[in-house]
C-alpha cells in the first residue's frame, strides 16, 4: 500500500500503435458503427411511421433500438477516434462516466429482453386478456422500471468499484472495462463490489430462467395451435425475439467465462464482440425474420415516394400556375398599353 498513488488519468491499450493498423481500426469501427446507427434508426423510424405497429411489442423494440444506438455509442465512436487521434488517454472520471453508462445499458437491455418476453407469452398464452393486462400504462411502467433498474443498479456498482486505490493507470482494453480495471486495484473487491457482482449474476439467472419457462409454455402453447398458418405467424413472431435473446446471453456467458490464461489479443476481441455485436445484428434479425416489420418498411418507402412524388407533382402545378398568371398578366398589360393611345385620340 505503501506505493499507492492517486490515478487521473488511465490509458487505454487500444488495438495496436501501428499506423496502418490504426488506420485500419478507424475505418472498420466506423463502419460499424454507422450500419448499427442507420440499422436501429430504421427500425425506430418504421415503427414510429407505420401505424399498423403501434402495439406493446413494438414500442418495446422501439426502446431496444434506441437502447442500442445508446449502447455502442458508449464506446466505439471514442475508441475509433482514439485511433484515428493516436491518443489513448482518458481521464478518471471519462473512465467512471463510461462504465457507469456501459453497465447501464447492458442492464437495461436484460431486463428489455425479459419483459419482450413477458409480452410475448401474454400475447400467445393469454391473448383474450392481452390488451388488459399488457395495456398503455403497464408499458410505460415497464419501460421506466427497466431504465430506473439499470441505472440504480450501475450508479452502485460504479461506486463501489471506482472507490478501490489503484496502483496503476494502464488499462489492458480499448474502453474502461471492469476486468481490466480490477487488475489495477491495490485490493481485493470489498465485500460490497462482491456482493454487487453476486446481485447482478442473480438477476442475469433470474432472467435466464424466466425466459427459458416463458418460452417453454409459448412453444407448448403454438404447437396447440390447429393451423399451420397459426404455426407460422406466431414463430415468425417468437423466433427474431428468441434469437437476440440467445444471441445476448450467449455473448455475455462466454465473454466472462473465458479463460485468463488465454492470448493477449483474445479478449480484445471478445470485447469487440459483446459491445459491438448485438446493436448491430439485432435490427438485421428483427428486419429480416420479422415478416410485419419488412412490411411496414415497404409501406413506410412506398408512401415516402408517393408523398416526393405529389410533391414534385405540387410544384409542378404551383409553377405551371404562376407562368400562367404571368402570361396573362403580361398579357393584360400589352392590352392596356394598346388601347391608351385610342383613349387619348378619344
Not at 107 to 134: G, K, S
Request: proline content about 5%.
Amino acid at each position: 500500500m505503501d506505493n499507492q498513488t492517486t490515478v487521473s488519468e488511465f490509458f487505454l491499450k487500444g488495438v495496436s500503435r501501428n499506423p496502418k493498423l490504426q488506420i485500419l481500426h478507424f475505418v472498420v469501427f466506423l463502419t460499424i458503427y454507422l450500419a448499427a446507427l442507420m440499422g436501429n434508426v430504421l427500425i425506430i423510424t418504421t415503427i414510429s411511421l407505420d401505424h399498423h405497429l403501434r402495439t406493446p411489442m413494438y414500442f418495446f423494440l422501439k426502446n431496444l433500438s434506441f437502447l442500442d444506438i445508446c449502447f455502442i455509442s458508449v464506446t466505439i465512436p471514442m475508441s475509433f477516434i482514439n485511433s484515428l487521434m493516436n491518443s489513448w488517454a482518458i481521464s478518471f472520471p471519462g473512465c467512471v462516466a463510461q462504465w457507469f453508462l456501459f453497465l447501464s445499458f447492458i442492464e437495461t437491455e436484460l431486463l428489455f429482453l425479459t419483459i419482450m418476453t413477458y409480452d410475448l407469452y401474454i400475447a400467445i398464452c393469454n391473448p383474450l386478456n392481452y390488451t388488459v393486462i399488457v395495456n398503455k400504462t403497464a408499458c410505460c411502467k415497464l419501460t421506466c422500471g427497466s431504465w430506473l433498474g439499470g441505472g440504480v443498479y450501475s450508479t452502485l456498482n460504479t461506486a463501489s468499484t471506482f472507490s478501490l486505490p489503484f496502483f496503476g493507470s494502464l488499462i489492458n482494453q480499448f474502453f474502461c472495462d471492469i476486468p481490466p480495471l480490477l487488475k489495477l486495484s491495490c485490493s481485493h473487491p470489498n465485500i460490497g463490489e462482491t456482493v454487487l457482482i453476486a446481485f447482478g449474476v442473480c438477476v442475469a439467472l433470474c432472467c435466464f430462467a424466466f425466459i427459458t419457462m416463458s418460452y417453454i409454455n409459448i412453444f407448448s402453447a403454438v404447437l396447440k395451435i390447429p393451423s399451420v398458418e397459426g404455426h407460422h405467424k406466431a414463430f415468425s413472431t417468437c423466433l427474431p425475439h428468441l434469437t437476440v435473446v440467445m444471441l445476448f446471453l450467449g455473448i455475455g456467458i462466454f465473454s466472462y467465462m473465458m479463460p485468463t490464461s488465454v492470448s493477449a489479443f483474445k479478449p480484445y476481441l471478445v470485447a469487440v464482440f459483446y459491445s459491438v455485436v448485438p446493436p448491430l445484428i439485432n435490427p438485421i434479425i428483427y428486419s429480416l425474420r420479422s415478416q410485419e416489420i419488412k412490411m411496414a418498411l415497404g409501406r413506410v418507402l412506398r408512401n415516402s415516394l408517393l408523398q416526393k412524388k405529389a410533391m414534385n407533382t405540387l410544384s409542378e402545378d404551383i409553377l405551371f400556375c404562376q407562368c400562367g398568371l404571368v402570361a396573362r398578366t403580361l398579357v393584360w398589360e400589352s392590352a392596356n398599353l394598346r388601347s391608351i393611345p385610342g383613349s387619348i385620340g378619344g
